[in-house]
DNA sequence: ATGGTAGGACGCCTA
C-alpha cells in the first residue's frame, strides 16, 4: 500500500488554516505533521479538519508559542508527548498507526531555534538546543518485524554544506555552526535514523526548506536552508518511493516561512 | 556590519 507523510512548519494554523486546506487538497497525503501551530487544544480548528477527511487529530499545543499537530485519514493512536529539557514546552507527539502490515510510530518534533549567538555560555537559548538535540538521543527508531519508525519536524539545523546557500557564510550563524551539525549527525546516527531526503537527493543537490522573511525578495536571493526534515527506521528506508519539497509554497499568499516536505512510500 | 519581516497578543518575546 502507498502511505505519504508530510510536514509543514506553518507558522499559526488559524492565520493560515485555509492554505493548510488548499494544501490537502491538492497533495492529499494521508498524514500532515504541523509545527509551530500557536495555539492550544481549545482553540485548534479541528472541525475544518475533520470536514476536509482528515478526523484524526492529535495536538500537543500551548498558548502563543511551538506546539505540534499531527493530522491523518488513518485512525492514530497518541502514544506520548514528550517533555524536553524540563522547559514545559511543546514541541514534540507521537503517534501510532497501522499501514502495510506494520505498526508505525511517528513522530513530530519542533526543535528550539537557538537565538541569535552560537555560544551556548552567554546565550541560553543555544544551550537549550544543545541540550534539546541531546535529549533526542532518548528517540532512537524502532524496529522490529512489524514495526517501523518516521521522524519529522521543524529540526532548526541544517547539517550538511549543501543545505544551506552558502556553507562558509553559515559556518558562524545559528543552525549550520558546526557545533550543531555534529551533534545532530551523531545524534541521528545513534538513534539509527535514516536521512530520506538526502536518500532520495543525495548531494551535492541543494535542498532548502526555509527562506527568512527578512529577504527582500526571497526568490531572487534564494538564500535558504534546510531547517526540516523526514528519517526513518532502516527497514522501511527502502520503501521510500519519492520526496518532495513544495518550493513554490514559500511563494503564495501569506505564506509559511518553511514549506511542505512530503513523503511517498510504498509499504 | 547591520537590519531587514512575521505572529501572538497588545509590550515584547520568539523565530
Same mark, same amino acid.
Not at 11 to 17: F, T
Not at 59 to 70: E, R
Not at 159 to 178: A, G, I, M
Not at 244 to 259: Q, Y
Given at each position: ?97 497501522? @499501514? ?99 536518500? @532520495? ?14 529577504? @527582500? ?51
Amino acid at each position: 500500500m502507498s502511505l505519504t507523510i508530510a510536514t509543514w512548519n506553518i507558522n499559526s494554523v488559524r492565520l493560515r488554516i485555509q492554505l493548510v486546506l488548499d494544501f490537502l487538497r491538492d497533495y492529499t497525503p494521508d498524514i500532515l505533521c504541523l509545527q509551530e501551530i500557536k495555539c492550544p487544544e481549545e482553540h485548534f480548528p479541528y472541525q475544518a479538519f475533520h470536514d476536509a477527511g482528515y478526523p484524526h487529530v492529535t495536538i500537543n499545543g500551548q498558548k502563543g508559542y511551538h506546539g505540534v499537530a499531527t493530522i491523518s485519514k488513518l485512525p492514530i493512536e497518541l502514544v506520548e508527548r514528550r517533555e524536553f529539557c524540563a522547559k514545559g514546552d511543546t514541541r514534540h507527539l507521537s503517534v501510532n498507526f497501522e @499501514a502495510g502490515g506494520l505498526t508505525v510510530l511517528l513522530h513530530n518534533f519542533y526543535v528550539p531555534a537557538g537565538g541569535d549567538e552560537p555560544d551556548p555560555e552567554i546565550n541560553d537559548k543555544f544551550r537549550h538546543k544543545l541540550d534539546f538535540v541531546e535529549e533526542m538521543r532518548g528517540v532512537p527508531a524502532a524496529t522490529g518485524e512489524k514495526t517501523a519508525s518516521i521522524l519529522v519536524g521543524d529540526l532548526n539545523i541544517a547539517p550538511l554544506e549543501n543545505d544551506v546557500w552558502s556553507h562558509k557564510q553559515l559556518l558562524k550563524v545559528v543552525s549550520h555552526t558546526p557545533v550543531e551539525t555534529e551533534a545532530f549527525e551523531a545524534m541521528r546516527k545513534a538513534g539509527g535514523w535514516v536521512d530520506l531526503m538526502r536518500q @532520495a537527493i543525495p548531494e551535492p543537490e541543494k535542498i532548502y526548506t526555509w527562506w527568512s522573511y527578512r529577504a @527582500a525578495d526571497w526568490a531572487a536571493s534564494d538564500r535558504g536552508r534546510r531547517l526540516d526534515h523526514v528519517w526513518s527506521s532502516p527497514n522501511i528506508a527502502g520503501k521510500l518511493t519519492a520526496i518532495e519539497v513544495l518550493r513554490d509554497a514559500r511563494g503564495w499568499d501569506r505564506p509559511s516561512d518553511h514549506v511542505p516536505v512530503i513523503a511517498r512510500f510504498d509499504l
